[in-house]
């Protein structure tokens, strides 16, 4: 019940709004005022929910689209739409040397680096004073293992400001199963 009231209400918002001067005069008789309370309408909050996971999902498929014409040349054994169902900020696109080849726009959102400062670099461009040498070692012994994993490492953005980054990062193999790249989800987190 409830969900249709609120969709009742933003319906009369929409169209309340959409009326003339002279139209909503000739209605004013038939709109009475509530006798009990009554809640600020959240129609506005609702839609900016929804332009928030449309704006996400644009650029979700903006990232896919990318990847899909790196899989054109390198012919990656895995279901990269899937890959990207998860929650990131940056995708980060590295070779099998660990140089950033690719990233996305979240990337520069996150760090302050534009991506074609990035390109050609180790993402140990982004690590400093607080970045743990254990975390590191970890992740190096993950990425030799050839295994998809999770890791929160301290980076610090270009204006030199430390934050966690959660990385899932998943080794992407060609079709004769030998590892060509590495795909890094990053966010912001814990």
Not at 121 to 137: D, R, Y
Request: proline share 3%.
């Amino acid at each position: 019940m409830g969900n249709r009231n609120l969709t009742s209400m933003m319906c009369l918002d929409v169209f309340l709004s959409s009326l003339t001067n002279e139209e909503s005069e000739a209605i004013q008789h038939q709109i009475k005022p509530l006798k009990h309370k009554s809640h600020s309408l959240m129609s506005y909050d609702i839609m900016s929910h929804y332009l928030l996971d449309s704006f996400i999902q644009s650029q979700k498929s903006i990232d896919l689209q990318s990847l899909l014409s790196f899989n054109k040349k390198f012919h990656w054994n895995i279901d990269l739409e899937q890959l990207l169902q998860s929650e990131y900020t940056a995708l980060v696109l590295t070779n099998i040397e660990k140089k950033i080849v690719w990233a996305n726009k979240g990337f520069t959102k996150m760090t302050g680096y534009p991506v074609n400062f990035a390109v050609g670099k180790k993402a140990s461009f982004l690590q400093g004073k607080e970045t743990s040498p254990v975390v590191l070692e970890k992740i190096r012994q993950h990425l030799s293992s050839g295994i998809p994993f999770n890791e929160t490492i301290i980076n610090y953005t270009q204006q030199h400001v430390a934050y966690n980054c959660h990385v899932s990062i998943t080794p992407l193999r060609n079709y004769a199963n030998e590892i060509t790249h590495f795909i890094a989800l990053e966010r912001k987190g814990f």
